[in-house]
């Protein structure tokens, strides 16, 4: 079996702040994905990737950007945290995009003040 | 783009009965229905899922109906264990692209 780990667990910023959050995969997995986990709304998708340098815009990519270094690693930046992104960011992996199960991270939770 | 619906919010049921959990789906081309589970203060974890070529399937205590005519499939939960207790997220997908998950449906097993 393989891991995702996501750093950091808990991450706290300011207003305004650019902050980045990073996951690591090791199923050697070609698509990575980050979903945001809001109470109430589900899981909406923000970025993914289907490999090594390549970035595709989810449902709710405003305000982020992303980072696909190699084909183990892929980091999302808040560009400018804003009050109302406190949540759970969840970075997951799978095989191909489409068609087969996503592996999920622990996820990073994210408090602005 | 799909969008998917999940109809109850939260469920309550007694140990060793039946829980059942509906999702509705926009876009006729959806062929994959995965379902994924989250126990308290963890993450999400795949289930077990169906394919559009199937309207039925089932892993041990977990059943999937698919009803591609009304766009809706279901999870079905037999003989309920209080360890069956957490957050249930369906999600859909048209082949080519990303699974999009529904709001997810929190069950609460009691004795």
């Known amino acids: 079996g393989g891991i995702i780990t996501q750093t950091p667990k808990f991450l706290i910023g300011q207003e305004g702040q650019k902050l980045t959050l990073k996951c690591q995969q090791n199923?050697?997995?070609?698509?990575m994905y980050w979903y945001r986990q809001d109470s109430g709304k589900g899981l909406r998708l923000i970025y993914y990737s289907i490999t090594e340098n390549d970035l595709q815009k989810g449902d709710l990519s405003e305000g982020y950007d992303a980072s696909r270094e190699k084909k183990s690693s892929f980091s999302l930046t808040v560009t400018s945290a804003q009050k109302n992104e406190m949540a759970v960011f969840l970075c997951a992996s799978s095989i191909d995009r489409a068609g087969t199960e996503v592996f999920f991270g622990k996820g990073t939770r994210l408090t602005v003040v | 783009g799909e969008k998917v619906e999940q109809h109850e919010s939260t469920l309550s049921v007694r140990e060793g009965d039946s829980a059942v959990i509906n999702c509705t789906y926009t876009?006729?081309?959806?062929?994959?229905f995965p379902w994924y589970k989250q126990e308290a203060g963890k993450s999400l974890h795949f289930v077990i899922d169906i394919r559009s070529n199937v309207d039925r399937k089932q892993s041990q205590r977990l059943i999937v109906l698919l009803d591609k005519k009304a766009k809706r499939f279901s999870l079905h939960i037999t003989a309920t264990q209080p360890e069956d207790s957490a957050i249930y997220f369906c999600?859909?997908?048209?082949?080519?692209?990303?699974?999009?998950f529904g709001t997810g449906t929190k069950l609460q097993v009691v004795p």
């Open positions: 999600a859909a997908s048209m082949p080519g692209t990303y699974q999009r």
């Open positions: 876009d006729t081309a959806s062929s994959y």
């Open positions: 199923f050697n997995h070609d698509t």
